[in-house]
């Protein structure tokens, strides 16, 4: 009886360390398996991660598009900034409600030629002074997109500052500026000749959009008048003093025609 009891509890002991080391495997076979299938959810991650990330020249090419896009006005025109010229206030012949020069660009006879560039809205040009051939004065209004230039009519008013052939007198000049009479964007070119003293003309035009620069004008004459030593730009109007008892001309644009008010 005592060799069957022993060899029971032996048996037992078997069973229990089999069952045992079976569970043990179980648990580590287990743990294993969470193992690896956690490293794949990691890797599938990753990888869905890497497609979600765009590459560096992505990045950079979005980067830039959004400077471009900051950079790039919508479509908006503004005139160019033009420097006055650097002349004594007894010079200038268009003047400023304050006395100071506007005038931007001059020429004198014997000088070579002047270019004043303009934008007039979306249009480039350029205003150029200077002596024509074979005689009288240049002011031709050109435009660098189609090469066309236009001359402007100078001599369609009594004037005394050219001699009989067209040609600016001695010690006379040319002056010339833009401002904006209206305020619609789009500057009206102001050009001015005389001496200084007791004799000046003044030419006022403006631009109109035209389908075809090479076969229409679009610079139209404003006003033509005569002064005597300056005109003053004042927001909408054009001052004339003349005389010697401080009295002016006024020329006030409205709707795009120069008119004299009664003041």
């Known amino acids: 009886m005592k060799k069957?009891?022993?060899?029971?509890?032996?048996?037992?002991?078997?069973t229990v360390t089999s069952a045992c080391g079976k569970t043990s495997d179980q648990l580590n076979t287990s743990q294993a398996l969470q193992s690896n299938e956690e490293k794949h959810?990691?890797?599938?991650?990753?990888g869905d991660d890497s497609l979600n990330i765009p590459p560096d020249n992505e990045e950079t090419t979005t980067t830039s598009?959004?400077?471009?896009?900051e950079d790039t006005p919508n479509n908006v025109e503004t005139q160019p900034d033009h420097v006055v010229l650097d002349i004594p206030t007894s010079d200038s012949l268009i003047r400023s409600p304050e006395g100071k020069n506007l005038s931007q660009v001059e020429w004198k006879p014997g000088a070579p030629d002047v270019t004043l560039p303009i934008r007039f809205g979306t249009t480039e040009a350029e205003l150029v002074?200077?002596?024509?051939?074979?005689?009288?004065?240049?002011?031709?209004?050109?435009?660098?997109?189609?090469?066309?230039?236009?001359?402007?009519?100078?001599?369609?008013?009594?004037?005394?500052?050219?001699?009989?052939?067209?040609?600016?007198?001695?010690?006379?000049?040319?002056?010339?500026?833009?401002h904006d009479f209206d305020q619609d964007g789009i500057s009206e070119?102001?050009?001015?000749?005389?001496?200084?003293?007791?004799?000046?003309?003044?030419?006022?035009?403006?631009?109109?959009?035209?389908?075809?620069?090479?076969?229409?004008n679009p610079i139209k004459q404003e006003l033509s008048i005569t002064g005597q030593s300056y005109i003053v730009l004042d927001g909408d109007e054009i001052i004339a003093p003349y005389g010697s008892q401080g009295l002016f001309d006024y020329y006030k644009y409205v709707d795009k025609v120069f008119m004299q008010p009664v003041y």
């Not at 069957?4 to 078997?14: E, K, P, R, S, Y």
């Not at 598009?65 to 896009?69: E, F, G, L, N």
């Not at 189609?146 to 000049?173: I, N, R």
């Open 41 to 46: 959810q990691e890797q599938k991650n990753k």
């Open 65 to 69: 598009h959004i400077s471009q896009q």
């Open 189 to 216: 070119l102001i050009v001015t000749a005389g001496n200084s003293i007791i004799d000046l003309s003044i030419w006022v035009y403006s631009f109109t959009t035209v389908g075809d620069l090479q076969k229409i």
């Open 4 to 14: 069957l009891a022993i060899l029971i509890a032996f048996i037992f002991i078997l």
């Open 129 to 178: 002074l200077g002596l024509d051939h074979p005689n009288g004065t240049k002011a031709v209004m050109i435009f660098p997109s189609t090469s066309v230039g236009w001359q402007l009519d100078l001599y369609s008013m009594d004037t005394e500052v050219f001699d009989e052939y067209g040609e600016l007198l001695e010690g006379y000049k040319i002056q010339a500026a833009l």
